[in-house]
DNA sequence: CGATAATTTGAGACGTTTCAAAGCGGGTGG
DNA sequence: CCACCCGCTTTGAAACGTCTCAAATTATCG
């Protein structure tokens, strides 16, 4: 990790509404189409399940969605959130079946579009193409942060981590304030993003606390206070990551 | 896990060229582009560094690559492996930059797209489309499936897992003889990929051995005898597994 | 205000890592 | 063809980190 400027503010890697609002800027029919296929979801609600038949991909409106995978023993991981602008394809190979369960964590708002619109979608509109483009790029890039940590890191490291990769795409879509925000998670499932037991998320979350770098306020109001000092312990160079995980963000 | 029929031959579930062979299927004029673009790399070669500029896709035609990352400390992490006929564009959010390290496994032979042509290749042949597409779902399948395990899984999952992943990619492009293939891996290597030391490998990979689920020849000839046991132990169903990983395997 | 879920803390068990040393195997040069 | 060397695998023993179980505390919601 290459030193820096520790003396310059969070916002200038921290950067807000750096991800182009694509919707909007494709003409009002898309809009009007996404809309028609918009359903609400209440917190918890399951939208999509393990094995089920879903050719369809899931764009976030508002709200949070998480993919999620199941053992047989009942245990879980979250592979992945889904933030409001984000979508997710949950189509295995065999072009039919979801290879994960999709899960609202707050009342949200989703765009249903099945996969023959989609392609259409994608053919006909090239801005939005190249958005998605980039988005996939960028999910791509934070799978591979995220597996090097639950494969190579300890609690901390993970933990510390996730933090930064939340608040770097809250702040992208102009969901924080002076690094803090909200996340719509219990320690449990902050435990099933991590790999670790709630228990141990407590704990690790508690010691973060101890050592000055986060507060943390009613389920989940997160403060980061040290942000150097969190990517220190999250192994992360912030700029680089940024550049990796946020679309639009290139240095 | 379902009861299963384990009367019924491996080749059953793992019945070999289910790949569309999409090569050669497209015209004589993607042959030469991609002949063209070809390098050969030997064994340990580092084909793109993390942080490196590389707007480009690598489509191996030979040889085994793996996707890793490191951690400032030096702990690595293998991400994928990339076989024979499939491709892996390292891209980061930034359109530019590599956020992972490609390193030959074994002597390969590796076409480099850069990404214009490769959109263009994505535009003028839906047959390449169609089927990429179906190599990107697989492996978004294959990574859930293996953070679910790194995340929360013992040792002897993991790798159990890991060898059923292998050897069911293995044998849709014909390389395995009645459960036996050949991985270019050190268990060093393994390890990396299943988030484990090279020594809990040996131990792990020594446990499945002494249980009669496989043998291990020279330098990772792996013999499966007893796949339904390795798929218990992985907890996986073979299956949903093949349907979810696989192109062209549906059910 | 009571019921219920989520967080916090402690103590012990368990699995994995680390360190260290020995054994094997393949390749090279004598 | 053998001797040597180097890298990989194998095994043991101790240290470490995380999980599990259990109980106390604190929030949340009707």
């Known amino acids: 990790m290459s030193p820096r400027d520790r003396s310059s503010g969070i916002a200038s890697l921290l950067v807000k509404d750096v991800r182009p609002p694509w ?55 979250i592979v992945e959130f889904i933030l409001p602008g984000e979508s997710y394809d949950p189509t295995a190979a065999d072009g039919q079946t979801s290879f994960v369960e999709l899960e609202a964590l707050c009342d949200s708002n989703v765009a249903v579009i099945d996969t023959t619109t989609w392609s259409r979608l994608m053919k006909d509109l090239p801005d939005l193409r190249r958005c998605e483009s980039q988005l996939a790029k960028a999910a791509w890039a934070r799978q591979a ?10 609690a901390e490291t993970r933990v510390a981590y996730a933090l930064i990769e939340l608040c770097m795409r809250m702040t992208a879509i102009g969901a ?28 690790t979350l508690r010691r973060l606390n101890r050592q000055g770098l986060i507060t943390t306020e009613d389920h989940m109001d997160i403060n980061i206070h040290d942000l150097y000092a969190l990517a220190d312990l999250a192994e992360v160079d912030l700029t680089m990551l940024r550049r990796d995980i946020i679309p639009g963000a290139a240095a």
């Open 145 to 154: 942060e995220r597996m090097l940590r639950l494969g190579k890191s300890d």
């Open 176 to 203: 924080t304030e002076d690094g803090a925000f909200h996340v719509p998670l219990s320690q449990q499932q902050l435990g099933e993003f991590t790999g670790l037991s709630s228990v141990h998320v407590c704990r």
């Open 23 to 77: 919707d909007g800027q494709e003409d009002a029919q898309l809009e009007r189409l996404l809309s028609d296929r918009t359903r609400a979801l209440s917190k918890g609600a399951l939208l999509v399940m393990e094995s089920e038949a879903s050719p369809a991909r899931y764009l976030v409106r508002s709200g949070w969605l998480a993919v999620a995978k199941s053992l047989p023993d009942g245990e879980r991981q």
